[in-house]
């Protein structure tokens, strides 16, 4: 063989013994560090006994969830202010929100523009422009093909009907 066949030889050679070396830790025993707060199974310590009195030989899985979930009183706190705090529009009521836009019965029959480019639409048979007001509804902005009403802290597009 030549010197360069050699070196590649020896080069994956050295990679593949590394690469088992690194699967062989991988797979080995893993630690078990489950009960290295609540000591060893099966003892209890003096103040697990002195505390709530002698306790079964074996923690159970709820007892052990408990003693590793511990809130003090400034976390409880916390949460109590969070609960309080405004959430905003939510994001799962767009559907409500259609179906009381729905219930409006508006029509958008027509849009037109004047000579000073300020825009019309004809609305449940009333013409209106920006700022004036459909029932519950503002128009904010009227363009080409729909316009924008605004009611509250909502607003949408109304669009033409297609052809």
Do not use: C, H
Not at 51 to 78: E, F, M, R, Y
Not at 81 to 90: K, L, T, Y
Not at 140 to 151: Q, W
Not at 154 to 163: G, H, R, T, V
């Amino acid at each position: 063989m030549e010197k360069k066949e050699k070196i590649e030889a020896g080069v994956t050679i050295i990679g593949v013994v590394a690469l088992i070396a690194i699967l062989a830790g991988s797979f080995g025993k893993k630690p078990d560090n489950r009960n290295a707060s609540y000591g060893e199974p099966g003892r209890t310590t003096s103040s697990e006994t002195s505390a709530a009195g002698p306790k079964n030989t074996s923690p159970s899985a709820l007892q052990q969830a408990a003693a590793a979930i511990t809130a003090d009183s400034s976390t409880i706190g916390l949460q109590k202010e969070r609960e309080n705090i405004p959430w905003g529009r939510d994001p799962f009521s767009a559907s409500k929100i259609s179906r009381e836009y729905q219930r409006a019965d508006l029509e958008l029959k027509g849009i037109s523009f004047g000579a000073d480019k300020s825009g019309f639409a004809f609305i449940n048979n009333e013409i209106v422009k920006s700022g004036d007001k459909v029932g519950d509804y503002e128009v904010v902005a009227i363009e080409k093909d729909k316009i924008l009403l605004k009611r509250g802290t909502q607003s949408f597009y109304l669009a033409l009907p297609k052809e």
